[in-house]
Protein backbone atom coordinates (compact mmCIF):
# COMPACT_ATOMS: atom_id res chain seq x y z
CA UNK A 1 0.00 0.00 0.00
CA UNK A 2 1.48 3.30 -0.73
CA UNK A 3 2.09 5.55 2.08
CA UNK A 4 -0.25 8.50 3.43
CA UNK A 5 2.12 11.01 2.41
CA UNK A 6 1.73 10.16 -1.56
CA UNK A 7 -2.21 9.79 -0.85
CA UNK A 8 -2.38 13.59 0.21
CA UNK A 9 -1.97 15.88 -2.66
CA UNK A 10 -0.67 19.31 -0.52
CA UNK A 11 -0.60 22.19 -2.58
CA UNK A 12 1.99 24.66 -2.37
CA UNK A 13 0.91 27.76 -0.59
CA UNK A 14 2.71 29.72 -3.74
CA UNK A 15 0.13 28.00 -5.73
CA UNK A 16 -3.09 29.10 -4.08
CA UNK A 17 -5.41 31.22 -6.57
CA UNK A 18 -5.32 34.76 -6.25
CA UNK A 19 -8.95 34.86 -8.44
CA UNK A 20 -12.32 33.65 -7.89
CA UNK A 21 -13.56 32.27 -11.09
CA UNK A 22 -17.06 33.84 -12.06
CA UNK A 23 -19.44 31.46 -14.17
CA UNK A 24 -22.22 33.48 -15.44
CA UNK A 25 -20.30 34.37 -18.77
CA UNK A 26 -20.07 30.69 -19.43
CA UNK A 27 -23.73 29.77 -19.11
CA UNK A 28 -25.24 27.90 -22.26
CA UNK A 29 -28.63 29.75 -21.03
CA UNK A 30 -28.27 33.58 -19.64
CA UNK A 31 -29.33 33.67 -16.05
CA UNK A 32 -32.84 34.58 -15.25
CA UNK A 33 -32.68 38.27 -13.59
CA UNK A 34 -33.74 38.63 -10.08
CA UNK A 35 -36.96 40.45 -9.62
CA UNK A 36 -38.56 42.36 -7.59
CA UNK A 37 -41.33 40.67 -5.37
CA UNK A 38 -43.62 43.60 -5.83
CA UNK A 39 -43.46 45.14 -9.72
CA UNK A 40 -42.40 41.86 -10.69
CA UNK A 41 -39.39 43.78 -12.91
CA UNK A 42 -35.65 43.21 -12.28
CA UNK A 43 -33.75 44.53 -9.43
CA UNK A 44 -31.42 47.27 -9.61
CA UNK A 45 -27.84 47.58 -7.96
CA UNK A 46 -29.31 50.37 -5.93
CA UNK A 47 -32.01 48.34 -4.12
CA UNK A 48 -30.08 45.84 -3.12
CA UNK A 49 -27.79 48.36 -1.07
CA UNK A 50 -30.27 48.10 1.87
CA UNK A 51 -28.57 44.65 2.84
CA UNK A 52 -25.46 44.59 0.76
CA UNK A 53 -22.62 46.44 0.12
CA UNK A 54 -21.94 47.67 -3.04
CA UNK A 55 -18.77 45.75 -4.07
CA UNK A 56 -20.67 42.33 -3.55
CA UNK A 57 -23.37 43.70 -5.47
CA UNK A 58 -21.00 44.41 -8.12
CA UNK A 59 -19.62 41.08 -7.86
CA UNK A 60 -23.37 39.30 -7.76
CA UNK A 61 -23.89 41.05 -11.40
CA UNK A 62 -20.05 41.25 -12.55
CA UNK A 63 -20.00 40.19 -16.31
CA UNK A 64 -16.18 39.74 -15.52
CA UNK A 65 -14.95 36.16 -16.06
CA UNK A 66 -12.20 36.54 -13.03
CA UNK A 67 -12.27 38.57 -9.84
CA UNK A 68 -9.43 39.28 -8.34
CA UNK A 69 -9.32 38.38 -4.42
CA UNK A 70 -8.02 41.14 -2.01
CA UNK A 71 -4.82 41.09 -0.35
CA UNK A 72 -6.59 41.06 3.21
CA UNK A 73 -8.85 38.27 2.17
CA UNK A 74 -6.06 35.98 1.19
CA UNK A 75 -4.08 37.02 4.45
CA UNK A 76 -6.86 35.32 6.17
CA UNK A 77 -7.39 32.40 3.73
CA UNK A 78 -3.77 31.46 4.35
CA UNK A 79 -4.79 30.53 7.90
CA UNK A 80 -6.16 27.19 6.11
CA UNK A 81 -5.74 27.39 2.55
CA UNK A 82 -5.07 25.58 0.60
CA UNK A 83 -7.19 22.39 1.51
CA UNK A 84 -5.57 19.30 0.92
CA UNK A 85 -6.83 16.85 -1.52
CA UNK A 86 -6.52 13.31 -0.60
CA UNK A 87 -7.08 9.89 -2.48
CA UNK A 88 -9.14 7.65 -0.19
CA UNK A 89 -7.35 4.49 -0.99
CA UNK A 90 -8.49 2.48 2.12
CA UNK A 91 -12.18 3.52 0.89
CA UNK A 92 -11.64 2.33 -2.57
CA UNK A 93 -10.27 -1.36 -0.75
CA UNK A 94 -13.25 -1.74 1.44
CA UNK A 95 -15.75 -0.87 -2.02
CA UNK A 96 -13.40 -3.35 -4.54
CA UNK A 97 -13.96 -0.94 -6.57
CA UNK A 98 -10.64 -0.28 -9.26
CA UNK A 99 -11.44 3.50 -9.45
CA UNK A 100 -10.03 6.32 -7.92
CA UNK A 101 -11.58 7.92 -5.63
CA UNK A 102 -10.24 11.38 -4.07
CA UNK A 103 -11.63 14.01 -1.45
CA UNK A 104 -10.97 17.84 -1.08
CA UNK A 105 -11.06 17.91 2.29
CA UNK A 106 -12.56 21.74 3.08
CA UNK A 107 -12.97 20.86 6.99
CA UNK A 108 -9.52 21.88 7.66
CA UNK A 109 -10.86 25.32 8.06
CA UNK A 110 -11.58 26.77 11.33
CA UNK A 111 -14.98 26.86 11.46
CA UNK A 112 -14.87 23.04 10.74
CA UNK A 113 -16.22 23.45 6.62
CA UNK A 114 -16.03 25.54 3.58
CA UNK A 115 -18.38 28.39 4.20
CA UNK A 116 -15.37 30.70 5.78
CA UNK A 117 -14.52 30.52 1.56
CA UNK A 118 -16.95 33.32 1.42
CA UNK A 119 -17.66 34.32 5.33
CA UNK A 120 -14.08 36.19 4.72
CA UNK A 121 -14.76 38.28 1.69
CA UNK A 122 -18.23 39.29 2.56
CA UNK A 123 -16.78 40.60 6.27
CA UNK A 124 -14.27 42.29 4.71
CA UNK A 125 -16.28 44.17 1.39
CA UNK A 126 -18.56 45.21 4.74
CA UNK A 127 -16.07 46.07 6.76
CA UNK A 128 -14.38 48.27 4.41
CA UNK A 129 -18.18 50.08 3.49
CA UNK A 130 -18.11 50.74 7.06
CA UNK A 131 -20.55 48.57 8.31
CA UNK A 132 -20.51 47.82 11.84
CA UNK A 133 -22.10 44.63 12.05
CA UNK A 134 -23.56 41.39 10.01
CA UNK A 135 -26.76 39.43 10.43
CA UNK A 136 -27.55 35.85 8.90
CA UNK A 137 -29.02 33.20 9.15
CA UNK A 138 -27.91 29.20 9.75
CA UNK A 139 -29.59 25.99 9.16
CA UNK A 140 -27.14 23.35 10.74
CA UNK A 141 -24.62 26.13 12.35
CA UNK A 142 -21.73 25.84 9.98
CA UNK A 143 -22.58 29.12 7.94
CA UNK A 144 -23.30 31.09 11.48
CA UNK A 145 -20.02 29.34 12.56
CA UNK A 146 -18.20 30.86 9.54
CA UNK A 147 -19.32 34.27 9.45
CA UNK A 148 -18.65 34.97 13.12
CA UNK A 149 -14.89 33.34 12.57
CA UNK A 150 -15.26 35.60 10.20
CA UNK A 151 -16.59 38.68 11.93
CA UNK A 152 -13.98 38.37 14.62
CA UNK A 153 -11.31 38.45 12.22
CA UNK A 154 -11.92 41.83 11.30
CA UNK A 155 -13.40 43.21 14.03
CA UNK A 156 -17.05 43.78 13.40
CA UNK A 157 -20.06 42.12 15.22
CA UNK A 158 -22.06 39.19 14.05
CA UNK A 159 -25.92 38.28 14.96
CA UNK A 160 -27.12 34.67 13.70
CA UNK A 161 -30.57 33.46 13.36
CA UNK A 162 -30.38 29.51 13.75
CA UNK A 163 -33.21 27.38 12.73
CA UNK A 164 -34.62 26.06 15.15
CA UNK A 165 -34.45 22.52 15.16
CA UNK A 166 -30.76 22.96 14.67
CA UNK A 167 -30.36 25.39 17.89
CA UNK A 168 -31.23 22.42 20.01
CA UNK A 169 -30.18 19.29 18.27
CA UNK A 170 -26.79 21.14 17.60
CA UNK A 171 -25.73 23.11 20.74
CA UNK A 172 -22.34 22.72 20.74
CA UNK A 173 -22.48 25.02 17.11
CA UNK A 174 -24.24 27.95 18.88
CA UNK A 175 -21.66 27.54 22.16
CA UNK A 176 -18.75 27.86 18.83
CA UNK A 177 -20.57 31.14 17.66
CA UNK A 178 -20.66 32.51 20.44
CA UNK A 179 -17.03 31.61 21.20
CA UNK A 180 -16.05 33.77 17.94
CA UNK A 181 -17.75 36.67 19.50
CA UNK A 182 -21.42 36.26 17.70
CA UNK A 183 -24.89 36.12 19.33
CA UNK A 184 -27.44 33.28 18.12
CA UNK A 185 -31.10 33.00 18.38
CA UNK A 186 -33.51 30.19 18.18
CA UNK A 187 -35.64 30.70 14.74
CA UNK A 188 -38.48 31.72 14.82
CA UNK A 189 -37.49 34.50 17.49
CA UNK A 190 -39.12 37.12 19.27
CA UNK A 191 -36.47 40.06 17.84
CA UNK A 192 -38.50 40.41 14.77
CA UNK A 193 -41.97 40.78 13.15
CA UNK A 194 -41.55 37.83 10.92
CA UNK A 195 -40.26 35.83 14.01
CA UNK A 196 -43.10 37.25 16.70
CA UNK A 197 -45.82 36.48 13.33
CA UNK A 198 -44.70 32.80 12.96
CA UNK A 199 -45.10 32.36 16.85
CA UNK A 200 -48.45 33.29 16.72
CA UNK A 201 -49.78 31.02 14.50
CA UNK A 202 -47.39 28.11 15.30
CA UNK A 203 -45.61 28.47 19.07
CA UNK A 204 -43.92 25.10 18.49
CA UNK A 205 -42.68 26.12 14.91
CA UNK A 206 -39.44 24.62 14.42
CA UNK A 207 -37.87 26.78 11.79
CA UNK A 208 -36.71 26.98 8.46
CA UNK A 209 -33.82 28.01 6.84
CA UNK A 210 -36.48 30.63 4.42
CA UNK A 211 -37.97 32.17 7.69
CA UNK A 212 -34.55 32.25 9.29
CA UNK A 213 -33.46 34.37 5.98
CA UNK A 214 -36.49 36.89 6.66
CA UNK A 215 -35.46 36.96 10.14
CA UNK A 216 -32.01 38.14 9.30
CA UNK A 217 -33.12 40.06 6.17
CA UNK A 218 -35.58 42.01 8.68
CA UNK A 219 -32.82 42.70 10.85
CA UNK A 220 -30.84 44.33 8.20
CA UNK A 221 -33.10 46.62 6.22
CA UNK A 222 -34.22 47.69 10.00
CA UNK A 223 -30.62 49.04 11.59
CA UNK A 224 -28.52 51.60 9.41
CA UNK A 225 -25.35 49.97 10.80
CA UNK A 226 -26.00 46.41 9.52
CA UNK A 227 -26.17 44.29 6.55
CA UNK A 228 -26.78 41.05 5.76
CA UNK A 229 -24.71 38.57 4.98
CA UNK A 230 -25.47 34.98 2.75
CA UNK A 231 -24.08 31.68 3.00
CA UNK A 232 -25.00 29.94 -0.09
CA UNK A 233 -27.88 30.44 -3.22
CA UNK A 234 -26.60 33.79 -4.58
CA UNK A 235 -24.19 34.19 -7.43
CA UNK A 236 -21.03 36.25 -5.70
CA UNK A 237 -21.35 33.23 -2.76
CA UNK A 238 -20.65 30.27 -5.40
CA UNK A 239 -18.01 33.09 -6.96
CA UNK A 240 -16.19 32.91 -3.66
CA UNK A 241 -16.31 29.60 -3.43
CA UNK A 242 -14.27 28.65 -6.95
CA UNK A 243 -11.45 28.77 -5.01
CA UNK A 244 -12.35 25.05 -3.83
CA UNK A 245 -12.48 23.19 -7.47
CA UNK A 246 -9.60 25.50 -8.52
CA UNK A 247 -7.16 24.05 -6.11
CA UNK A 248 -8.58 20.60 -7.33
CA UNK A 249 -7.54 21.62 -10.87
CA UNK A 250 -4.54 22.02 -9.73
CA UNK A 251 -3.84 19.25 -7.61
CA UNK A 252 -4.76 16.65 -10.21
CA UNK A 253 -2.65 17.85 -12.39
CA UNK A 254 0.20 17.47 -9.94
CA UNK A 255 -0.33 13.57 -10.28
CA UNK A 256 -1.10 13.79 -14.24
CA UNK A 257 -5.06 12.84 -13.33
CA UNK A 258 -8.06 14.61 -14.18
CA UNK A 259 -11.86 14.72 -13.10
CA UNK A 260 -14.43 12.17 -14.47
CA UNK A 261 -17.39 12.70 -11.85
CA UNK A 262 -17.25 15.37 -9.58
CA UNK A 263 -19.47 14.95 -6.33
CA UNK A 264 -21.45 17.51 -3.94
CA UNK A 265 -24.14 17.70 -1.55
CA UNK A 266 -26.57 20.27 -2.48
CA UNK A 267 -28.61 22.47 -0.35
CA UNK A 268 -28.35 26.10 -1.62
CA UNK A 269 -25.14 24.98 -3.68
CA UNK A 270 -22.43 26.64 -2.50
CA UNK A 271 -20.00 23.88 -1.73
CA UNK A 272 -20.94 21.92 -5.20
CA UNK A 273 -20.80 25.10 -7.35
CA UNK A 274 -17.23 25.65 -5.75
CA UNK A 275 -16.64 22.35 -6.47
CA UNK A 276 -17.89 21.67 -10.44
CA UNK A 277 -17.80 25.03 -11.73
CA UNK A 278 -14.13 25.74 -12.38
CA UNK A 279 -14.52 22.78 -14.60
CA UNK A 280 -17.70 23.99 -16.42
CA UNK A 281 -15.38 25.78 -19.54
CA UNK A 282 -14.17 21.74 -19.77
CA UNK A 283 -17.49 20.79 -20.07
CA UNK A 284 -18.62 22.33 -22.34
CA UNK A 285 -15.49 22.12 -24.93
CA UNK A 286 -16.56 18.54 -24.65
CA UNK A 287 -14.65 17.11 -21.68
CA UNK A 288 -16.56 13.89 -20.30
CA UNK A 289 -16.78 15.32 -16.92
CA UNK A 290 -20.10 14.04 -15.00
CA UNK A 291 -21.53 17.05 -12.32
CA UNK A 292 -23.25 15.37 -9.57
CA UNK A 293 -25.24 17.04 -6.72
CA UNK A 294 -26.86 15.11 -3.83
CA UNK A 295 -30.07 16.02 -1.85
CA UNK A 296 -31.58 14.92 1.14
CA UNK A 297 -35.16 12.64 -0.24
CA UNK A 298 -36.39 14.58 2.65
CA UNK A 299 -35.78 18.23 0.82
CA UNK A 300 -35.62 17.47 -3.05
CA UNK A 301 -35.44 20.41 -4.65
CA UNK A 302 -33.52 19.15 -7.55
CA UNK A 303 -34.63 16.14 -8.05
CA UNK A 304 -38.79 17.48 -7.46
CA UNK A 305 -39.29 20.74 -7.59
CA UNK A 306 -40.09 23.27 -10.09
CA UNK A 307 -37.78 25.47 -12.22
CA UNK A 308 -39.86 28.89 -11.63
CA UNK A 309 -39.50 31.96 -9.69
CA UNK A 310 -39.70 32.38 -6.32
CA UNK A 311 -39.47 34.13 -3.43
CA UNK A 312 -36.03 33.07 -1.26
CA UNK A 313 -37.41 33.20 2.23
CA UNK A 314 -40.69 32.83 4.08
CA UNK A 315 -41.75 36.64 4.71
CA UNK A 316 -41.38 37.67 0.64
CA UNK A 317 -38.84 40.05 1.67
CA UNK A 318 -36.02 38.69 -0.64
CA UNK A 319 -35.82 39.07 -4.54
CA UNK A 320 -37.46 36.58 -6.66
CA UNK A 321 -35.15 33.98 -8.13
CA UNK A 322 -35.54 31.52 -10.93
CA UNK A 323 -34.27 28.34 -9.28
CA UNK A 324 -35.71 24.82 -8.31
CA UNK A 325 -38.01 25.31 -5.70
CA UNK A 326 -40.11 23.20 -3.39
CA UNK A 327 -42.10 26.67 -2.78
CA UNK A 328 -40.88 29.00 0.02
CA UNK A 329 -43.25 28.28 2.67
CA UNK A 330 -41.65 24.48 2.61
CA UNK A 331 -41.44 23.64 6.37
CA UNK A 332 -38.61 20.79 6.05
CA UNK A 333 -38.65 17.22 8.51
CA UNK A 334 -36.14 17.36 11.13
CA UNK A 335 -33.87 15.70 9.46
CA UNK A 336 -30.10 15.82 10.96
CA UNK A 337 -28.53 17.60 7.44
CA UNK A 338 -29.84 21.13 8.42
CA UNK A 339 -27.51 22.88 6.15
CA UNK A 340 -29.39 20.89 3.04
CA UNK A 341 -33.04 22.16 4.20
CA UNK A 342 -33.68 24.45 1.91
CA UNK A 343 -36.87 25.12 0.06
CA UNK A 344 -34.64 26.37 -3.42
CA UNK A 345 -31.42 26.39 -4.87
CA UNK A 346 -28.50 28.79 -6.29
CA UNK A 347 -29.97 29.96 -9.34
CA UNK A 348 -26.72 28.98 -11.52
CA UNK A 349 -27.24 25.54 -10.20
CA UNK A 350 -30.37 25.33 -11.45
CA UNK A 351 -29.83 27.08 -14.44
CA UNK A 352 -26.88 24.30 -15.69
CA UNK A 353 -29.56 21.40 -13.96
CA UNK A 354 -32.26 22.34 -16.31
CA UNK A 355 -29.56 22.63 -19.16
CA UNK A 356 -29.19 18.64 -18.18
CA UNK A 357 -25.20 19.66 -17.24
CA UNK A 358 -26.33 18.48 -13.63
CA UNK A 359 -26.73 14.67 -12.29
CA UNK A 360 -29.30 15.30 -9.09
CA UNK A 361 -29.92 12.39 -6.59
CA UNK A 362 -32.11 11.97 -3.92
CA UNK A 363 -30.60 9.76 -0.98
CA UNK A 364 -32.31 9.18 2.86
CA UNK A 365 -30.73 10.30 5.84
CA UNK A 366 -29.88 6.82 7.02
CA UNK A 367 -28.37 5.63 4.11
CA UNK A 368 -26.42 8.70 4.12
CA UNK A 369 -25.31 7.93 7.47
CA UNK A 370 -24.35 4.59 7.04
CA UNK A 371 -22.07 6.00 4.08
CA UNK A 372 -20.21 8.59 6.63
CA UNK A 373 -19.98 5.27 9.08
CA UNK A 374 -17.99 3.48 5.97
CA UNK A 375 -15.92 6.64 5.44
CA UNK A 376 -15.65 7.04 9.37
CA UNK A 377 -13.97 3.20 9.63
CA UNK A 378 -11.65 3.17 6.27
CA UNK A 379 -10.42 7.36 6.44
CA UNK A 380 -10.72 7.78 9.70
CA UNK A 381 -12.98 10.94 9.52
CA UNK A 382 -15.85 12.15 10.63
CA UNK A 383 -18.25 13.80 8.48
CA UNK A 384 -21.03 16.50 8.85
CA UNK A 385 -24.63 14.59 7.80
CA UNK A 386 -24.67 17.05 5.22
CA UNK A 387 -20.89 15.85 3.74
CA UNK A 388 -22.39 12.31 4.86
CA UNK A 389 -24.82 12.79 1.18
CA UNK A 390 -21.66 13.48 -1.28
CA UNK A 391 -20.28 10.60 0.37
CA UNK A 392 -22.84 8.30 -0.41
CA UNK A 393 -22.78 10.30 -4.00
CA UNK A 394 -19.39 8.63 -4.21
CA UNK A 395 -20.18 5.60 -3.27
CA UNK A 396 -22.09 4.69 -5.53
CA UNK A 397 -20.66 6.71 -8.36
CA UNK A 398 -17.41 4.43 -7.47
CA UNK A 399 -19.79 1.83 -7.83
CA UNK A 400 -20.29 2.25 -11.57
CA UNK A 401 -17.19 3.75 -12.35
CA UNK A 402 -14.68 2.00 -14.69
CA UNK A 403 -11.14 1.45 -14.06
CA UNK A 404 -8.84 3.91 -13.33
CA UNK A 405 -11.48 6.90 -13.59
CA UNK A 406 -11.52 9.73 -11.09
CA UNK A 407 -14.34 10.37 -8.65
CA UNK A 408 -13.40 13.26 -6.79
CA UNK A 409 -16.33 14.75 -3.77
CA UNK A 410 -16.25 17.47 -1.98
CA UNK A 411 -16.00 17.08 2.34
CA UNK A 412 -17.85 19.99 3.02
CA UNK A 413 -17.49 19.52 6.49
CA UNK A 414 -16.50 17.39 10.02
CA UNK A 415 -18.68 15.95 12.10
CA UNK A 416 -17.45 16.77 15.16
CA UNK A 417 -20.18 18.64 16.93
CA UNK A 418 -22.54 16.45 15.27
CA UNK A 419 -21.79 13.85 17.60
CA UNK A 420 -25.43 13.38 19.00
CA UNK A 421 -26.87 13.07 15.29
CA UNK A 422 -24.38 9.79 14.84
CA UNK A 423 -25.68 8.77 18.61
CA UNK A 424 -28.80 8.79 17.33
CA UNK A 425 -28.09 6.48 14.19
CA UNK A 426 -26.01 4.37 16.31
CA UNK A 427 -29.07 3.83 18.70
CA UNK A 428 -31.36 3.04 15.55
CA UNK A 429 -33.52 6.14 16.19
CA UNK A 430 -33.36 7.94 13.31
CA UNK A 431 -36.18 7.65 10.82
CA UNK A 432 -36.06 8.64 6.85
CA UNK A 433 -38.22 11.20 5.04
CA UNK A 434 -39.65 11.58 2.01
CA UNK A 435 -41.05 14.56 1.34
CA UNK A 436 -44.66 13.74 -0.80
CA UNK A 437 -45.44 14.80 -3.71
CA UNK A 438 -49.24 16.04 -3.04
CA UNK A 439 -47.13 17.97 -0.48
CA UNK A 440 -44.58 20.00 -3.03
CA UNK A 441 -47.45 20.76 -5.09
CA UNK A 442 -49.72 22.40 -2.36
CA UNK A 443 -46.84 24.47 -1.52
CA UNK A 444 -45.94 25.37 -4.94
CA UNK A 445 -49.81 26.95 -5.41
CA UNK A 446 -48.39 29.88 -3.35
CA UNK A 447 -45.44 30.72 -5.93
CA UNK A 448 -45.65 34.00 -7.72
CA UNK A 449 -47.02 33.99 -11.26
CA UNK A 450 -44.26 35.95 -13.48
CA UNK A 451 -44.82 36.08 -16.92
Same mark, same amino acid.
Given at each position: ????????????????????????????????????????????????????????????????????????????????????????????????????????????????????????????????????????????????????????????????????? #?????????????????????????????????????????????? =????????????????????????????????????????????????????????????????????????????????????????????????????????????????????????????????????????????????????????????????????????????????????????????????????????????????? #??? =??????????????????? =?????????
Amino acid at each position: MENCMEMKINLPEAEMPTQWYNALPDLPTPLAPPLDPQTKEPVTPEQLEVIFPKAVIEQEMSPQRWLPIPQPVLDVYRLYRPTPLVRAKRLEEALGVKCKIYYKNESVSPAGSHKPNTAIPQAYYNKAEGVRRLATETGAGQWGTALSFACSMLDMECTVYMVKV #SYDQKPYRRILINAYGGEVFASPSPRTQTGRAMLESDPDCTGSLGL =AISEAVEDAATHADTKYALGSVLNHVLHHQTIIGLEVEKQLAMVGDKPDYLVGCVGGGSNFAGLVLPFLPRKLAGEAIEFIAVEPQACPTLTKGQFRYDYGDVAKLTPLLKMHTLGHAFMPAPIHAGGLRYHGDAPIVCNLAAEGLVNAQAYYQTECFEAAKLFLRTEGFLPAPETSHAIKGAIETAKKAKPGESVVFLYSGHGLLDLA #SYD =AFLQGKLSDFAYPEEHIAE =ALKACPTVG
